[in-house]
């Protein structure tokens, strides 16, 4: 008999695009662009030629360390 998984599924990351990064992180257009040039900021997910996105839980890790650095 096979065993039962019983571990819950991985929570599923949303991926958002740069205007809700923005209204989450208080920065510049500019400014988040060269953050993430530096690597200050989370690396952009590329899903087209003019699609550019960034998973919600790396959003959520730089405001926490960001809040935690105050």
Known sequence: M???NTSLPPEQDTL??????LGRVPVSRAAWWK???EG???AAIKL??????WRSSDIDK???????AK
């Open 35 to 37: 953050g993430v040039k």
């Open 2 to 4: 096979p065993s039962k």
């Open 16 to 21: 958002v695009r740069l205007p809700i990064v």
């Open 40 to 42: 200050r900021y989370p």
């Open 62 to 68: 730089l405001i926490a360390e960001l809040a935690s």
């Open 48 to 53: 087209g030629p003019k699609t550019t996105c």
